[in-house]
């Protein structure tokens, strides 16, 4: 088995126990703050005409229970890939990321056709996660975001840029978004950079090969 295969089936063996992890994360949190939601906001129903303050104080704790769930599921969720990425390619999926992005960020994608999923998966999650990393600590007050297709045959590859003028100083640190980048980006076989000298600009670039 070559070194490439080795880390791919590693990184595949990796996304399968990322699956089942979040199952069980969902199934753990989520999924039974929403039964006791449900609880307490019978429980407010029942008691709206007997009891009216014990059914504020039961909907005061279903709203924290609401306000709790979404906050988890957000979490969650930023390691998924959104369904308009498999539906309609990287373009639009990044498109709607920008359109909610914390500054204003322009989108640029060169793709003649796609790459293989996992591919555009890892791409995806480039950007979401530098523009996180933008809204967080950059202080930028725009972003760009570039992704373009190079070269050919088994060199062909699709390269990802993501460029904010904020305060600079990003790092790939341990436990942080982008180091787990690298790990992503080297799994399929990639390539991930980080240039943030102090007073900017900060520029994430990562190389993927393109199946």
Do not use: C
Not at 17 to 37: F, K, N, Y
Not at 87 to 95: I, K, P, S, T
């Amino acid at each position: 088995m070559s070194d490439l295969t080795a880390r791919r089936a590693a990184a595949a063996a990796a996304e399968t126990a990322s699956l089942r992890r979040l199952e069980r994360d969902i199934h753990d949190g989520p999924q039974q703050r929403l039964v006791r939601l449900g609880m307490d906001l019978s429980a407010a129903e029942r008691r709206l005409d007997e009891d009216p303050d014990e059914a504020r104080r039961l909907l005061a704790e279903a709203r924290a229970q609401a306000a709790e769930t979404l906050a988890e599921l957000r979490a969650l969720s930023r390691g998924i890939a959104p369904p308009i990425l498999a539906d309609r390619g990287l373009e639009a999926a990044l498109a709607a990321v920008a359109a909610r992005a914390a500054v204003p960020t322009t989108v640029d994608v060169a793709l003649e056709d796609r790459p293989a999923p996992a591919v555009e998966a890892a791409a995806y999650f480039v950007v979401t996660e530098a523009l996180a990393n933008v809204a967080k600590h950059a202080r930028a007050s725009v972003a760009v975001v570039r992704v373009w297709g190079a070269g050919e045959g088994d060199d062909r590859v699709v390269a990802v840029e993501v460029v904010d003028d904020g305060v600079g100083g990003a790092a790939v640190a341990k436990g942080h978004g982008l180091a787990g980048l690298v790990d992503r980006v080297e799994g399929l076989g990639g390539l991930l950079s980080v240039a943030s000298p102090e007073g900017g600009p900060t520029v994430v670039r990562a190389t993927l090969p393109w199946s």
